[in-house]
């Protein structure tokens, strides 16, 4: 056995004053699983492991958790696998998540060690991790896109509007870092066996109930997983912005360029995710810092939370005449609600509680601030998204104008039939016009005509499921009816909720 690495040796040592004797101990049983594991076990260092780092609290632990397995081989071979580490960031990312990310790579001693490769992922691209990477222009834009348009659809319903886009691009970095330079030979999660079977079924079924299985030839393994979810991706957003809008729908591609036969490793077996019981790793080891906007609700690496709690409140004061402040708090206690059933920390519960307790003026001014430095969208863009007036040929257009726009009630003939196509367009008036339609929704006149022509998928407590926008969030558990009233004093009535 030749010496081990003197870093690893006392990053080891580091790291065992914080994690629990059981997880200590998990993380050597789980280490000897993934040794048995590897392909080539007489050179160590040629085996590459691929974790997903999303800067998130149990993001957080994991990394911890496989870094502890990497230096107990280090311990006991005197070499070990090289860890392949990869970040995808969204514009709904804030800088506070690289910072948490930064300070995690630090302490646990990744920046210095060959064995381990730090990835950041920026739509469809890869490069090295740094803390301090403006985000790229295309991706915000393509965010912000995603965002209105999905909302527009769906009448800012939350989930969908910031997770559909968010969780495809998701799955599609995992392609991308496993494919990335020569590629990985294992990928380690944090779900159970089981969790992965549902998934993968998820996916096959939805594939096959809207025809968008890829040829039998391939279907086998992770690339015929990746190869089904990107023929969902095409087919969903070629509904969300047009089937002719080609270059949009290509940046939504997923990538199957990863090895045949790649599998998942596992370490759900070999350690605990509650955060309260590795609350000192995290918080002073890691030195992971709770941020006002980071952490919202059940998410501790996005500020989108906050923003479907915004939505929640705008739509509760716009549309049905109550106050913002009543919408915040019934989202607030929807989210909470989620909170207990992630079993978060009580404390971690108590600090949502408070941020939203009592203070929704100023949470409005940080959510409309976070909104505008993050996506570039105003209150008043979102406030059109939660009115939905351009979708199903303008059903609600009228209704809309005469609540926020009173002025423009009479260009309602020359708005439909710009909306309806190009030939409106020599009317004097309709240059003025048009611009004043893209500044109220965030949104080019061609993309405004896209949802002109489409459906409206309003939650229901009774889901049809007609349409593939519909059917990608069938069974989320992220759902609750509440019972909520849709005018001042008006009778309680079921609404379907979601978020995070």
Request: glycine fraction near 8%; proline fraction near 4%.
């Amino acid at each position: 056995m030749s010496a081990q690495r003197p870093d690893h040796a006392a990053a080891l040592r580091e790291i065992r004053t914080v994690l629990s004797t059981e997880n200590y101990l998990g993380a050597v049983r789980c280490a000897m699983r993934l040794y048995d594991a590897l392909p080539d076990k007489d050179q160590l260092d040629r085996n590459v492991v691929l974790v997903a780092y999303g800067g998130g609290k149990d993001s957080s632990y994991t990394l911890a958790f496989v870094r502890t397995m990497q230096l107990v081989l280090s311990q006991i071979h005197g070499a070990t696998f090289r860890m392949r580490v990869a970040t995808n960031r969204h514009a709904g990312m804030p800088r506070a998540v690289m910072d948490n990310i930064d300070r995690a790579y630090g302490a646990l001693r990744l920046y210095d060690d060959p064995d381990c490769e730090l990835l950041l992922i920026d739509g469809q691209l890869v490069r090295s991790f740094a803390a301090g990477e403006p985000h790229a222009r295309e991706v915000v834009e393509r965010n912000r896109v995603d965002i209105l348009m999905t909302g527009h659809r769906t009448a800012a319903d939350a989930r969908p509007t910031f997770c559909n886009a968010c969780n495809l691009s998701m799955v599609n970095s995992f392609g991308l870092a496993a494919g990335y330079q020569g590629g990985v030979d294992l990928i380690i999660t944090g779900d159970s066996q089981r969790e992965q079977r549902d998934y993968y079924l998820w996916v096959t079924r939805l594939a096959r109930r809207f025809g968008l299985q890829p040829p039998r030839d391939m279907r086998a393994g992770f690339q015929g997983f990746l190869a089904a979810l990107n023929n969902i991706s095409q087919a969903y957003f070629a509904d969300i912005h047009g089937a002719d809008a080609a270059e949009v729908i290509a940046e939504h591609a997923i990538t199957t360029e990863v090895r045949t036969g790649l599998q998942f490793f596992s370490i759900y077996d070999d350690t605990a995710y509650a955060s309260g019981d590795h609350w000192e790793l995290l918080t002073e080891h890691l030195g992971f810092v709770f941020d006002d906007i980071a952490f919202s609700f059940t998410e501790s690496d996005c500020g989108n939370p906050a923003l479907m709690a915004h939505l929640r409140a705008l739509k509760t004061e716009r549309r049905h005449g109550l106050s913002y402040a009543e919408g915040l708090d019934e989202y607030a206690e929807f989210a909470i609600s989620l909170m207990h059933q992630k079993e978060f920390p009580p404390q971690l519960v108590e600090m949502m509680r408070e941020r939203y307790t009592g203070r929704a003026e100023e949470m409005r001014a940080a959510m409309d601030a976070y909104a505008l430095e993050a996506y570039g969208v105003t209150e008043e863009q979102l406030v059109a998204m939660v009115h939905a007036p351009f979708t199903e040929k303008g059903a609600a257009l009228d209704a809309y104008l005469a609540a926020e726009q009173p002025d423009l009630v009479g260009s309602v003939p020359l708005i439909r039939s710009l909306l309806e196509g190009p030939a409106a367009e020599e009317d004097p008036g309709a240059a003025e016009l048009m611009a004043r339609l893209e500044k109220l929704s965030g949104l080019t006149l061609a993309q405004l005509r896209v949802l002109y022509g489409s459906s409206l998928r309003l939650p229901t407590v009774t889901p049809e499921g007609g349409q593939l926008i519909d059917a990608i969030l069938e069974g989320d558990p992220h759902k609750k009816v509440i019972r909520t009233r849709h005018t001042p004093g008006g009778p309680l009535v079921p609404e379907l909720l979601s978020g995070r």
